[in-house]
């Protein structure tokens, strides 16, 4: 119960992940589907066996007690018959008389004579008969009556014998047959109970095999889910399940479709865009290396034009490279590199060469396994992102955390509302600035870009600032801070290895992968080699554990 | 005299654009619109440098490039659409010295260009280097390997010869692109690889077990010899 319960709160999540509407609290509330039929099979069996075992107990309490009493009644009779007999003689020895009666154990005899009492026990005389019973019979009538003596339940059978002015009672205990109908109750009770947990043991067994092609659904899902678009259903052999297969596997295949067909559309779209921006950028360049021989409005025309084109270049570049995070084919070239030098050449290349690097000591000359190319692309984007909404960067940073390695640039802007926080690194999001820009060369897309590289790099990226939204002080207060944290190398594998064997480089290069890179990238690059296609090196092949690593798009 | 360029691409305006551009940066531009009169013009007018666009229709640009190279050590430039896909690593196993990505700057293209075209011999080379069997001689420009000539390419041949210059000194990837190629410190480092590996299967006794082109993991390469 409590893996499938396990199971489904795993949904859930993957549900709430894929943005799909999902309830997740009224459906914790209940019990799961395997808990339910678990307890309706136990509540089931219990109803029946109680029924059957209360049954059972009053029928057969109802006909040994019966049995009984006919069987007291019988002898009580006899013995008042023999009583008579004996009592009509002319001198009956009343003694002699209640010794002479045939009594089964636990039954005792007494006799009422001309208001004498006499009994065969000394516990059982006048006084244990029911008052009742004595005054009945007594007057004639003959009766019986149930009644407790000491905590054991007795009979007493009253039989008036008025030829002699007499009347015989008889009390029987009736303690045995008591004893023998609890046990029978107890027998009853257990077997209920047994009934009970054998139905909810069976309950449970049968739903566990009607829901496992469920939890099949469910793992195959969650696998799907997980990137591995390509598993499916394996059809049963039960009609039923097979048509859950069939229509399950189905469904996948449309979803799959549909996404591969709208990652298609933005890869095509950005690839069809980039014969004709070709042609307009190098036909562009010819213009701008004549520009002094025309006037000054065509000159500013052409300049309203390049400004524009660049932009839309970034567009596409940026386009292309979301299309390749979401279709998965993004690869990870990784490089070692010294964390203070990356951070220095990213801020030269990014187009913040004049602003302070500054390296925390206890970080300086610690070693990351990078994409050159796509940190350079963050920082670069930061970078712009800074200049355009917050005045510029006014510092790099590189500072140690637990998780790796803080890379942060940091800005003396307005600062971004705590709100909004998230939400900067969504494409194509405009936030409260948007309204405030002039000119821009914002493609929308850079933080998103800068979100999913660092994400490829198992890394995180958030933004920090004064939590009044950094207004204060006239827009220049408190410092901004967009941090990216990277994973660092383990000291061990960041010395290099001399060894000239390329294979034991390789294998030093496959501990040396940042944490975020899982084993299974590892096997992709492999599957790229194999197909002779990828000419990527291997391993050994490549000075700094250089490795082309594809990633399986995590959306 | 100015250099001569063929260019190899079949989409006319990008053509026409590319050709403004070159011979506005001083280049006599050759065009042509296929594979297969790429390779019959490259018999005609014995281009400078070779830029092939990948996409192509017919022969592609791969075809192109290796079939060009049976004959030439002429430096190749490919054009891709795409940075980081196959496409790029595939390219330079199929001869090329370098590529550019579409859009590209024709600035950096002909920056490129120069950088291919540069790659003269300085004049402090020494006249032979050696390493194991291998012969190496900047002069002539040619490599003998147990007494045979290896063809290299251009981008080869420079490689090797900045490797053997330096016998047992490790050289990282940026400092060979920046030696070879040109680049600056975010150049690609595949250039690098694959050309090692191209240069390993030619003076490599065993290219899977490299004697004399080593690997230094972390640092970069360098030559035993």
Known sequence: ?555 | MSSRILLVEDDERIRASMRLALEDEGYEVDESGSGETALERFGETAADVVLIDLMLPGMDGFETCRQLRRSSAVPVIMVTARTDTHDVVAGLEAGADDYVTKPFVAKELSARIRALLRRTRSVDDPDMLTFGDVEVRPDEGTVRRAGHEVHCTRTEFRLLCELAANPGKVLSREQLLDRVWGYDYFGDGRLVDVHIRRLRIKVEPDAANPRHILTVRGMGYKLAV
């Open chain 1, 1 to 555: 119960m409590f893996a499938s319960r396990h199971r489904l709160s795993d949904t859930v999540r993957l549900t709430e992940q894929a943005g799909a509407p999902w309830r997740p609290r009224r459906r914790r509330a209940r019990l799961g589907l395997r808990a339910r039929v678990t307890v309706t099979f136990g509540l089931g069996a219990l109803a029946l066996s109680a029924t059957m075992a209360g049954l059972t107990y009053f029928t057969a309490r109802q006909f040994v007690l019966n049995e009984r009493q006919s069987a007291i009644l019988r002898q009580a009779y006899v013995n008042a018959s023999l009583a008579r007999t004996t009592l009509r003689s002319a001198s009956p020895d009343i003694t002699q008389l209640l010794d002479s009666l045939d009594t089964v154990p636990g039954s005792r005899s007494v006799l009422e004579l001309k208001g004498q009492w006499y009994a065969t026990s000394i516990s059982v005389g006048e006084h244990a008969i029911p008052l009742s019973l004595r005054q009945l019979v007594l007057t004639g009538t003959p009766a019986t009556q149930h009644f407790a003596l000491a905590n054991t339940p007795q009979l007493a059978v009253g039989v008036p014998i008025p030829s002699v002015d007499a009347a015989y009672f008889e009390v029987f205990s009736l303690d045995e047959l008591s004893r023998t109908l609890r046990i029978l109750a107890l027998a009853l009770a257990g077997a209920a109970l047994v009934t009970t947990v054998a139905g909810a043991v069976i309950g449970r067994w049968a739903s566990g095999r009607v829901l496992r092609p469920l939890a099949q659904v469910s793992k195959t899902a969650e696998t799907i889910a997980a990137g591995s678009r390509d598993v499916r259903l394996v059809a049963d052999d039960d009609r039923e399940l097979s048509a859950l297969a069939s229509s399950f596997n189905r469904m996948t295949d449309a979803l799959q479709e549909r996404i591969a067909h709208e990652e298609r559309f933005t890869s095509d779209v950005s690839h069809e865009l980039r014969s004709p921006l070709t042609t307009l950028a190098t036909s562009l360049e010819v213009l701008e290396s004549h520009r002094d021989e025309m006037t000054e409005r065509t000159g500013h025309a052409l300049d309203l034009l390049a400004a524009e084109l660049r932009r839309f270049q970034h567009m596409v570049d940026d386009l292309m490279e979301i299309s390749r995070v979401d279709t998965g084919s993004a690869e990870l070239l990784l490089d070692e590199v010294d964390v203070g030098e990356l951070a220095r050449q990213a801020a030269t290349a990014g187009g913040a060469a004049g602003v302070p690097v500054e390296v925390d000591p206890k970080v300086a000359g610690a070693r990351l396994q990078v994409d050159k190319r796509r940190i350079e692309r963050v920082v670069a984007n930061l970078v712009a992102n800074a200049a355009q909404h917050a005045g510029g960067v006014t510092r790099i940073g590189v500072e140690p955390s637990d998780g790796g390695v803080r890379l942060v640039v940091a800005d003396r802007g307005p600062g971004v509302a705590p709100a909004e926080r998230e939400r900067v690194f969504e494409r194509f999001y405009r936030g409260q600035a948007a309204g405030q820009r002039g000119a821009t060369n914002g493609t929308g897309l850079g933080l998103s870009l800068v979100a999913e590289h660092v994400r490829l790099h198992g890394g995180r990226v958030w933004v920090e600032g004064d939590d009044s939204g950094g207004t204060v002080d006239g827009g220049r207060g408190a410092e901004n801070r967009f941090v990216v944290e990277l994973p660092v190398l383990a000291a061990a594998t960041a010395s290099p290895d001399d060894s000239d064997d390329p294979d034991s480089a390789a294998g030093c290069a496959r501990g040396a992968m940042p944490p975020a890179v899982p084993a299974t990238v590892r096997d992709e690059v492999t599957d790229g080699n194999e197909d002779g296609h990828d000419g990527a090196p291997a391993d050994g092949d490549d000075p700094s554990g250089h490795q082309s690593a594809r990633r399986p798009a995590k959306r």
